[in-house]
């Protein structure tokens, strides 16, 4: 890779061994993927819940901390975290993961981080703009950012997301480059998801069809432009299921005014999703009507699903837990407009600043007994099996009625 | 490339000797492993209950979220780790976790590279020459040409 003079003297410890640490990483990344140089981001997003981080990850940041020379030099933020402390032992979490969470936040703090601790931060705290380069982990934030924003960023580990914090650049590979945003398959829709959860479940089937990182998807023929929450919902399953970066979508994502403008015009329609394609993911997960527990989580919840969740709780009384996760910045308003007042009077509870399946869900499973779980969000339906669940996919509506019955219909 | 040997696009890490998991099938840490148990636990996996610890794993693509940057590196540290990860096409986070967690990887084949070697087989991951070798078995049944520094040799499980 060519290094300015500047990354130069950072490679040979001018500026600290952290920083020193952060390039090389960066580099040995860059080499892998053939970057030529280094692109100067704006914001960094960490992803650095302590059950990926393990005891492990914790002391290498404590260590990065205690070098005491600094921290970020750009806006950096953080994903969700492994716990809601005002609801961990509700949770059935233990006092390690807790003490886990602290000794990492205090290391991340330390670093100069911003303990933003959300998903939906292109909603919430500063979206990236059109051309922007950033350094986001999360796979919804990078999809969101990229298609819908036309920011350019590259799915950053933790790791490197903090390396880029540090050093305030990230090597120019991938979706940072022009070549790579042109669409690479072409779907048309032929028909156009009402809820969210539909909306999750045809990004999921456009995922799977895409496959790949390196694919970018165009989709047509839609009969309307979805709302930021659709689409979070959308690009969050569609890069869950397919590790997918960055879709386009015809006359409403930036980049994708025209055919022409993706590439899109050379392509011939190679797929074509439907409501039946919808309706059978869904029923793909659809195994036990029993619920032990509902949850609304990945992405965590806007003040707007907050409130229409709100509205469906009002006056029922729930059989199982339902758990409606949303962001720190989103949860005073939760409270102010009385949203959380009714979904906690039916027995629900809504927990800010971590995600379910960040926050020790094989764990929780065991302590809580929670196996056969109801969720509105396709993302977590393709998460949760690995961690031991029996997920299943339903609408907001449906979800709330088997918290208050028992039984998903 | 020879009929036993396979050339990648992107390489990392140092040489590694062991026996291949191989399977046309994605790969992510968070979704499709029991990391305690050292087992691919994800139903829906073709290698769910089979154990990755040590093994060089030959899957089609990465999948998933960004997770697997920290779970390599904390899987390294428990030594529950695969030995390498050899990719037909690799997504940035599996590429960040190798380099964090000193997981040797290659990447980007000219060929289904889950077609070319067979599962179980001993293969020598270069990625200093950006190569998979399937290994005769007096390669690694005597040692030869394998260097103690780098090499870790597992037999079949």
Redesign the interface.
């Known amino acids: 890779m060519k290094l300015n003079e500047e990354e130069t003297a950072m490679l040979a410890g001018e500026f600290g061994q952290v920083v020193k640490l952060a390039i090389e ?1 960066q580099i ?2 860059g ?4 970057a030529t140089d280094f692109v100067p981001v704006t914001q960094a997003h960490i ?3 302590t ?7 914790v002391m ?1 940041l404590e260590k990065l901390a205690d070098a005491g020379e600094g921290g970020v030099r750009i806006p950096t933020i953080t994903d969700p975290r492994g716990t809601d402390f005002e609801h961990a032992s509700m949770l059935g979490q233990a006092d390690w993961m807790l003490e886990l969470e602290r000794r990492a936040i205090d290391a991340f703090v330390r670093l100069g981080v911003s303990m933003t601790d959300t998903c939906i931060n292109y909603q919430t705290v500063l979206a990236a703009t059109r051309g922007e380069h950033v350094a986001f ?3 919804g934030v990078v999809i969101y950012s990229n298609s819908v924003g036309g920011a350019r960023s ?7 997301a903090l390396a880029a914090g540090i050093t305030g650049r990230t090597p120019r ?2 979706y940072h480059l022009d070549s790579h945003r042109q669409a690479t398959l072409r779907i048309r829709a032929e028909w156009t998801p009402r809820t969210l959860d539909e909306w999750g479940a045809f990004g999921g089937i456009v995922g799977r069809l895409a ?4 694919e970018v998807p165009l989709i047509e023929s839609l009969d309307r432009a979805p709302t930021s929450d659709e689409l979070k919902h959308f690009g969050a399953a569609m ?2 299921f ?2 997918t ?1 960055l879709f386009h979508m015809l006359g409403i994502t930036p980049e994708a005014q025209r055919l022409a403008d993706v590439g899109a015009d050379k392509l011939a329609v190679s797929h074509r999703i439907g409501e039946a394609d919808v309706e059978a993911l869904k029923r793909s997960y659809a195994v036990d009507p029993s619920v032990d527990v509902v949850v609304f989580s990945a992405p965590q919840l806007s003040i707007y699903e907050l409130r229409e969740l709100a509205a469906l709780c009002a006056g029922k009384t729930f059989k199982r837990p339902l758990l409606a996760v949303t962001s720190p910045q989103v949860k005073p308003d939760c409270d102010r407009f009385g949203y959380t007042r009714s979904i906690e009077e039916a027995g629900g509870t809504v927990m800010a600043g971590m995600c379910f ?2 926050s020790y869900a ?1 764990e929780m499973s065991e302590a809580k007994g929670w196996k056969r779980l109801a969720t509105n969000s396709a993302k977590l339906v ?2 949760l ?4 669940y029996v997920p299943m996919l339903a609408s907001m509506r449906a979800c709330v009625q088997a918290a208050e019955t028992g039984e998903l219909r | 490339m020879t009929a036993n040997s396979f050339k990648a696009r992107h390489a990392m890490g140092k040489r590694v000797v062991g026996q291949a998991l191989v399977a046309h099938d994605g790969f992510s840490a968070r979704y499709d492993l029991n990391r305690l148990q050292g087992v691919f636990s994800r139903p829906a996996h073709k290698l769910v209950g089979q154990s990755y610890v040590d093994r060089i794993l030959v899957l089609d693509t990465a999948k998933g979220g960004v997770a697997t940057a920290w779970m390599l590196h904390e899987m390294r540290s428990r030594n529950m780790v695969p030995s390498a990860i050899v990719f037909n096409t690799v997504n940035t986070i599996l590429a960040q976790g190798a380099a964090l967690g000193d997981v040797s990887m290659l990447a980007g084949f000219d060929t289904d590279i889950t077609a070319a070697i067979p599962d179980g087989a001993m293969v020598e991951v270069d990625p200093e020459n950006l190569t998979i070798r399937v290994l005769d078995p007096s390669e690694y049944l005597s040692g030869a040409g394998l260097s103690t520094e780098t090499s870790k040799v597992h037999g079949p499980r």
């Not at chain 1, 080499?31 to 053939?34: K, L, N, P, V, Y």
């Not at chain 1, 590259?154 to 490197?160: D, K, R, T, V, Y």
């Open positions: 990483h040995k990344v080499r892998f993927f053939h992803m650095a819940d059950e990926s981080l393990g005891q492990a990850g290498w982990g999360d796979t590259n799915f950053e580990g933790g790791p490197s590979y991938g496959g790949n990182y390196w890069a869950s397919g590790s970066a399946y960040q094989r393709n998460i099996g690995g961690y031991g």
